[in-house]
Structures are given as C-alpha cells and as structure tokens.
C-alpha cells in the first residue's frame, strides 16, 4: 500500500468515527461542524504550506470528546491519539494530533492562548471561523438553547473571565456568549489567510448583534 492509499485509509476511517460519535449532535458540534472546519483548514493550510494529514485528522477528531460533553481536558486528546495509533499512523503523528487537541479550544477572555505549531494554528483558526458569521450566530443559539440558557436578559452583564475555572462554570446568556467570546475571536487569529477571512465573519456578527438588540428594543 502506498502511503497516500495509507493516508486516505486513514483519514475514510477517521469520518465515519466522526459520523458515528457527533452525528446526533444539535449542539453546533455535529458532523457537519467538524466537516466545515476540515476543508477550511485545509483550506488555510494549503495557503500556510502546513502538513495537511496532520491538519485533516486534527479538524475531523477534534470534538469526538470534548470538555464540554465529556467534563474531561484528556479525554478528546487520549482518544484521538489512541485510535490514531490503532490505525497504525505513526506516534509522531499522534501525538501532534492530540497535543494541537489539548490546546485548541478558547478557555476565557482573559486566558492566553498556548502557542501551537503551524498545523494546530491552521485548525484553531478554522474552528474559530466556524464560531463566527453566520453560522457562528446559528451555532451560538443552538448551543444556548441545548444548555437552557436565556438568549438575552439586558439586566446580566457579561463577564470578561479571568481564568478557566470562571469561563465553564459560566451560565451566562447567549448574548452575552457574543461579547464573551464571539466578537474577541478576530484579534485571536493565528494566520494571514484566518485573518482576512475572519474579518467578513466579524462583520456578519456585528451587525447581527446591533440587530438583535435594536429589534430587542423596538428600535428596528
């Protein structure tokens, strides 16, 4: 077997895991999330000249696990790299899957962002790309609505998290989720080609959110 077959084996396999773990997801994170963050990785990566088998299986196994489903940092990470391995991908290669896992998810405002290799930058920013624009507002109500949160209550400020533990206890509106994340992922863009496709995205948000609130006012 030639190692593109290999490579194409893999990455067939790793799709229908995906499929099968996030198909029933109405949470934003379902299969077609980790799709769109697939070919916009490799869309990037293609521009950045990142290793694109490392970027793929990053983007499609990145939610198979994650903290918020799971309530566990490793979880995502040890099963990628294990199922990796079982596939016979070499443990370089899993071990960069599962380190770029461990590391890519936004954890507060006023949380650094750990710094990532070439191919994890590419695959953050597709995630984070993903969480904006129009799909991003479509994913940020139905991630509220599956976690009982209210869409907006003027009364409840947001709340800038100083740390980790302060970000996932949150229970904050979805409107709030906006200015808690949403609109600050624009300046946390790894890429030139991130960044000029984030700044559209940006846009499409702002003027979502000056709607909402103008029609929330009758205003609009």
Same mark, same amino acid.
């Given at each position: 077997?030639?190692?593109?077959?290999?490579?194409?084996?893999?990455?067939?396999?790793?799709?229908?895991?995906?499929?099968?773990?996030?198909?029933?997801?109405?949470?934003?994170?379902?299969?077609?999330?980790? &799709?769109?963050?697939?070919?916009?990785?490799?869309?990037?990566?293609?521009?950045?000249?990142? %290793?694109?088998?490392? !970027?793929?299986l990053t983007a499609l196994l990145h939610d198979i696990a994650d903290y918020k489903f799971s309530g566990s940092e490793e979880a995502g990470p040890? $099963?990628?790299?294990?199922?990796?391995i079982g596939k016979g991908v070499d443990a370089g290669t899993a071990e960069a899957v599962a380190h770029i896992i461990r590391h890519l998810s936004?954890?507060?405002?006023?949380?650094?962002?750990?710094?990532?290799?070439?191919?994890?930058?590419? !695959?953050?920013?597709?995630?984070? $790309? %993903?969480?904006? +624009?129009?799909?991003? !507002? +479509?994913?940020?109500?139905?991630?509220?609505?599956? &976690? =009982?949160?209210?869409?907006?209550? @003027?009364?409840?400020? @947001?709340?800038?998290?100083? %740390?980790?533990?302060?970000?996932?206890?949150? =229970?904050? /509106? /979805?409107?709030?989720?906006?200015?808690?994340? $949403?609109?600050? $992922? =624009?300046?946390?863009?790894? /890429?030139?080609?991130?960044?000029?496709?984030?700044?559209?995205?940006?846009? !499409?948000?702002?003027?979502?959110?000056?709607?909402?609130?103008?029609?929330? &006012?009758?205003?609009?």
């Amino acid at each position: 077997m030639s190692d593109d077959d290999f490579r194409a084996g893999v990455v067939s396999a790793a799709e229908e895991l995906v499929r099968e773990r996030l198909g029933s997801d109405a949470t934003g994170h379902d299969w077609f999330h980790a &799709d769109r963050v697939r070919r916009m990785a490799l869309r990037i990566a293609r521009e950045e000249g990142a %290793d694109l088998f490392v !970027v793929e299986l990053t983007a499609l196994l990145h939610d198979i696990a994650d903290y918020k489903f799971s309530g566990s940092e490793e979880a995502g990470p040890q $099963l990628a790299q294990a199922w990796l391995i079982g596939k016979g991908v070499d443990a370089g290669t899993a071990e960069a899957v599962a380190h770029i896992i461990r590391h890519l998810s936004f954890k507060g405002a006023g949380v650094a962002d750990v710094p990532l290799s070439l191919e994890g930058q590419c !695959v953050q920013d597709a995630d984070r $790309l %993903d969480a904006i +624009g129009a799909i991003g !507002v +479509g994913r940020a109500f139905a991630y509220g609505g599956w &976690d =009982k949160r209210l869409m907006h209550d @003027p009364d409840v400020p @947001p709340t800038m998290h100083a %740390d980790v533990a302060a970000y996932r206890a949150a =229970k904050g /509106t /979805t409107v709030n989720h906006f200015y808690e994340k $949403l609109l600050l $992922l =624009k300046d946390r863009i790894n /890429t030139k080609a991130g960044a000029r496709i984030a700044e559209h995205r940006h846009q !499409v948000l702002s003027n979502f959110l000056d709607e909402f609130l103008a029609e929330w &006012d009758a205003k609009a």
